[in-house]
């Protein structure tokens, strides 16, 4: 059980998450991976301080070495979230404060309630004052099938059961409310009540300003018929089928919140959707949104935002970014002359003309983190040689977001099999709602403890958005 609690520090998942790896099992030596509330318990009740202080530095001093010595394991936590040990002295008995703290169910209940109430305010269905249920039965039905992976029915169901018949609305109840929402209004929503969270921690001196942050694209598959389903959207494969949704968040050494979401439309070859080349509007709105409620200094996007339109319009917007490119002609000529040269790193200028206006870039040539070769950066920051393959190892943080999708998709959104676009964005941006109440309630519970913050989780997701009596 050590050594599973190791791993799970290691990559940051999710106790609901580590439960769904049953073939872990077998290399830890267990019969099987206990669920989520087994593994709550042995952390907190069956270990003692010495044996948590013991997986923590163990797996952070994993984690610091991958990093250190560049190795690619895409399952790892980012550097940034991980403490860094001091060894044992007169002076210091060697614990992290922080990660060795321990929370009343008072202190969790009492910050939870803060959060939500900040969290669900902005979100209104607009349905009429006397309605059967009010909006946060409706809620907290959807908070509960999420946390249990179910779909509407089957979640409407063991909702009632908890709570009582009268309490909850059923199953095709809540779809229809579900559809009241305004796809627009909802994503509105969702902006008003990122701000009223991000208002809960403007005081605190742990929340640095200005905020890097990383744009980047999910998908939630779809195995429908696609005919008369406009925002289902064709995988990389070509043979694959998805809903696709962009987000900005926050990351590095800060809380990690979810700033801005936008559905994302896409060309595809079954219907005349417009083309991805309009993928800099996204960015635009994205960042638009996100600068409304904090101060942006850096955006890091994924190699699928690379696009002359993408860099001019973020610095339109008066942010720096640094993005990977893929590799044309003249990179590759560039690479061929390194190679000739004997140079591992190269730095060229270069510049950004479209209808939008111009600005100059800088081309980084990088020796990959992967071990294989040369990678290529784009940026609009003065970098020189000396200082450009540190520069770029700064991007491995935008594995964060990585960490961010797959705790949205496994904690929080509930199952669905709905051709319903309205469902389909409501029960996502609900996750990510969801998601950012969780991290701000962790956020806030460690506000008050002395020493460095550490922005690994010390709450489940399940401790902080579970509906009341649930």
């Not at 907290?140 to 999420?146: A, D, I, P």
């Not at 850096?298 to 490119?325: A, G, H, M, W």
Request: proline share 4%.
């Amino acid at each position: 059980m050590v050594q599973l609690f190791i791993y799970r520090e290691v990559t940051g998942d999710s106790y609901r998450t580590l439960e769904t790896y049953q073939e872990l099992a077998e290399p830890f030596e267990l019969d099987h991976v206990p669920d989520e509330s087994v593994l709550s318990r042995t952390w907190h009740n069956r270990f003692d301080d010495g044996v948590r202080e013991y997986v923590t530095v163990a797996a952070h001093f994993v984690v610091k070495e991958i990093h250190d010595y560049g190795i690619t394991v895409p399952a790892i936590r980012p550097e940034g979230e991980v403490t860094h040990s001091k060894p044992e002295s007169s002076e210091d008995d060697g614990k992290d404060e922080t990660r060795a703290v321990e929370f009343s169910n008072e202190q969790i209940h009492r910050t939870t309630r803060l959060a939500r109430d900040h969290g669900f305010d902005g979100v209104d269905s607009g349905r009429a004052q006397n309605a059967s249920y009010e909006d946060i039965q409706f809620f907290e039905l959807q908070t509960f099938m999420g946390m249990v992976r179910c779909g509407t029915a089957q979640g409407a169901t063991r909702f009632q059961y908890r709570r009582g018949e009268e309490y909850g609305p059923h199953g095709d109840t809540h779809l229809r409310a579900v559809k009241q929402f305004d796809p627009e209004e909802l994503v509105n929503g969702f902006n008003e009540t990122t701000d009223r969270l991000l208002s809960v921690i403007a005081s605190e001196a742990s929340f640095r300003r200005p905020v890097t942050a990383a744009i980047d694209i999910t998908t939630i598959p779809y195995y429908g018929d696609v005919e008369g389903m406009p925002m289902v959207s064709g995988t990389k494969g070509r043979d694959g089928r998805a809903f696709k949704f962009a987000t900005l968040s926050i990351i590095g050494q800060n809380i990690p919140l979810v700033l801005a979401v936008e559905p994302v439309r896409e060309s595809s070859e079954w219907d005349e959707n417009p083309s991805n080349q309009i993928i800099h509007r996204t960015v635009r709105r994205l960042v638009q949104r996100a600068k409304e409620q904090v101060p942006i200094e850096t955006v890091r996007c994924d190699r699928e935002f690379d696009s002359i339109r993408v860099f001019q319009t973020l610095s339109n917007l008066d942010v720096n970014y640094l993005i990977p490119k893929r590799v044309s002609s003249s990179e590759r000529d560039a690479l061929k002359q390194m190679e000739e040269d004997d140079q591992e790193v190269a730095v060229e200028s270069a510049s950004v003309h479209v209808e939008s206006g111009s600005h100059p870039m800088r081309l980084l040539y990088v020796p990959s983190t992967s071990g294989d070769g040369t990678a290529v950066f784009a940026t609009n920051l003065r970098v020189g040689p000396e200082e450009a393959e540190s520069f770029c190892r700064r991007y491995s943080r935008r594995w964060q977001i990585e960490n961010e999708y797959k705790s949205i998709k496994h904690d929080f959104l509930a199952k669905t099999s709905s051709k319903d676009y309205r469902v389909r964005l409501f029960y996502f941006v609900f996750a990510v709602l969801l998601y950012n109440i969780w991290r701000l309630t962790d956020f806030l519970l460690k506000a008050d403890v002395d020493g460095e913050m550490d922005y690994a989780p010390v709450l489940t997701a399940g401790e902080c958005v579970r509906p009341r009596g649930i």
